[in-house]
């Protein structure tokens, strides 16, 4: 068994999928600023903070959620294992050792919003249920990846007081 994920992580059952690179242009889900806004106001209404920044990022993203209210579709949940840098999921059929990618995931059904973010599957582990699927995120800009590592962290630091609560 594969190590899929080192350093902080979270696993949970989001809404997400694997689209395989066809050599044509891919629909991300969300562009760049789209998603960075998106996930600055997922931090926002989880931790109930307020700034201007942040006031302004919801009034923006409310504008074009509203835009968008009627063609919203999330994928499927799916058991996920989510890292800073890197994402791993279980599948019946496996994509192939380096095949590039998006991954599309939302981290709240609550305030949806699919993020479209390059991949490439850096290992595949075939076991009884299909294969155990690693992939590498490729953040084309410092400010998603500071955005999406922040929501990742906060997700692995809620996961451990959750699992301190639960012990006895």
Not at 59 to 66: G, I, K, N, V
Not at 124 to 151: K, M, R, Y
Request: with cysteine; proline share 5%; charged share 15%.
């Amino acid at each position: 068994m594969i190590n899929p994920i080192s350093g902080p992580a979270f696993s949970a059952s989001l809404p997400f999928c694997w689209q395989a690179q066809d050599g044509g242009v891919h629909d991300c889900g969300s562009d760049e600023w789209e998603a960075i806004r998106y996930l600055l106001v997922l931090a926002d209404f989880e931790q109930n903070s307020e700034s201007i920044e942040l006031a302004q990022a919801r009034q923006d993203l409310l504008l074009l959620w509203l835009a968008r209210s009627q063609t919203m579709q999330l994928p499927a949940a799916q058991a996920l294992t989510v890292g800073l840098s890197r994402l791993a999921w279980q599948t019946c059929t496996a994509p192939q050792l380096g095949e590039q990618g998006l991954i599309r995931l939302a981290f709240s059904t609550r305030f949806p919003l699919v993020l479209g973010i390059q991949a490439r599957i850096c290992a595949v582990q075939p076991d009884e249920q299909g294969a155990l699927c690693v992939a590498e995120l490729i953040f084309n800009s410092p400010q998603l990846q500071d955005q999406f590592e922040q929501t990742v962290f906060r997700y692995h630091r809620r996961a451990i007081q959750l699992a301190k609560q639960t012990q006895p």
